[in-house]
């Protein structure tokens, strides 16, 4: 089975490839739905362990009503100790999405989860990330990589049928499978106070849920801007034809 998708990978998108690709695909464009939803609920972001409203914010996001809004009783602190936790309420209409936000991004990030170790796996054992994913030493010079840089910027992208990568997609591929999805999901995971109660580890490798919420964040956009570089890439190398090689193998 792997061999025989090794010999069509050199010739044109295997069939596993293209429903990866297109569940994987689907499975983002929820996440990055919910997570815009999840986000316009609690737009600041943290460092640390603990963070909400009565906190000083890493940054803000200008997202939504909640943005700054301020509307707040006087806070009462827990505790007669410096740095106590506070409390206080809002006098606000607070914008509050978060059930069926986090549903569907809980749902989507699973889905994406499972694609991802089918493509993996796959991948590994196929030859797939050896013979099309990893660069060879011919292509791992100063020049391969400037002049790449400088054709991505003028949008002189050549079509190739099936996957014939250029280094920076060599490059940026593996990124997004080896580092981005990986901090994607183990930041998701810090989140969840169920999933640090058994594996507290996570906490300390991410500086606290906070902080993981923060790169989440980032890694989260790093792979949008990724996604839609892609795009543009495939309009500028003509999107009929990556589409009839993703679809048909035409």
């Not at 069509?8 to 815009?36: N, Q, R």
């Not at 600041?44 to 803000?60: C, M």
């Not at 002049?147 to 250029?166: F, S, V, W």
């Not at 989440?216 to 892609?230: E, K, N």
């Given at each position: 089975?792997?061999?025989?998708?090794?010999?069509?990978?050199?010739?044109?998108?295997?069939?596993?490839?293209?429903?990866?690709?297109?569940?994987?695909?689907?499975?983002?464009?929820?996440?990055?739905?919910?997570?815009?939803?999840?986000?316009?609920?609690?737009?600041?972001?943290?460092?640390?362990?603990?963070g909400n409203?009565?906190?000083?914010?890493?940054?803000?996001?200008?997202?939504?009503?909640?943005?700054?809004?301020?509307?707040?009783?006087?806070?009462?602190?827990?505790?007669?100790?410096?740095?106590?936790?506070?409390?206080?309420?809002?006098?606000?209409?607070?914008?509050?999405?978060?059930?069926?936000?986090?549903?569907?991004?809980?749902?989507?990030?699973?889905?994406?989860?499972?694609?991802?170790?089918?493509?993996?796996?796959?991948?590994?054992?196929?030859?797939?990330?050896?013979?099309?994913?990893?660069?060879?030493?011919?292509?791992?010079?100063?020049?391969?990589?400037?002049?790449?840089?400088?054709?991505?910027?003028?949008?002189?992208?050549?079509?190739?049928?099936?996957?014939?990568?250029?280094?920076?997609?060599?490059?940026?591929?593996?990124?997004?499978?080896?580092?981005?999805?990986p901090t994607?999901?183990?930041?998701?995971?810090?989140?969840?106070?169920?999933?640090?109660?058994?594996?507290?580890?996570?906490?300390?490798?991410?500086?606290?849920?906070?902080?993981?919420?923060?790169?989440?964040?980032?890694?989260?956009?790093?792979?949008?801007?990724?996604?839609?570089?892609h795009v543009?890439?495939?309009?500028?190398?003509?999107?009929?034809?990556?589409?009839?090689?993703?679809?048909?193998?035409?």
């Amino acid at each position: 089975m792997f061999k025989k998708a090794a010999d069509h990978i050199k010739t044109y998108h295997s069939t596993w490839v293209k429903i990866s690709h297109w569940v994987g695909t689907l499975a983002f464009l929820f996440l990055l739905f919910s997570g815009i939803e999840i986000l316009m609920v609690h737009p600041r972001l943290y460092w640390g362990n603990v963070g909400n409203d009565l906190t000083p914010a890493l940054f803000e996001l200008p997202i939504s009503r909640n943005f700054q809004h301020g509307g707040w009783e006087n806070s009462q602190a827990f505790f007669d100790q410096k740095n106590s936790p506070v409390s206080s309420g809002r006098t606000y209409d607070i914008f509050n999405q978060n059930g069926w936000g986090r549903s569907l991004h809980f749902l989507s990030a699973w889905i994406l989860v499972i694609t991802g170790i089918f493509y993996l796996v796959i991948a590994l054992f196929s030859g797939h990330i050896k013979n099309q994913l990893l660069p060879t030493f011919k292509e791992l010079t100063f020049d391969t990589f400037l002049n790449e840089i400088k054709e991505h910027i003028r949008l002189t992208i050549i079509y190739l049928k099936g996957p014939q990568y250029g280094l920076l997609q060599k490059i940026s591929y593996l990124i997004v499978i080896f580092l981005l999805l990986p901090t994607i999901v183990l930041t998701g995971l810090t989140m969840s106070p169920a999933v640090t109660a058994s594996h507290p580890y996570l906490l300390k490798l991410f500086f606290g849920a906070q902080s993981a919420r923060t790169i989440h964040f980032f890694a989260a956009s790093l792979l949008l801007f990724f996604v839609l570089i892609h795009v543009l890439m495939i309009i500028q190398s003509g999107f009929k034809k990556q589409m009839n090689a993703m679809l048909f193998n035409k």
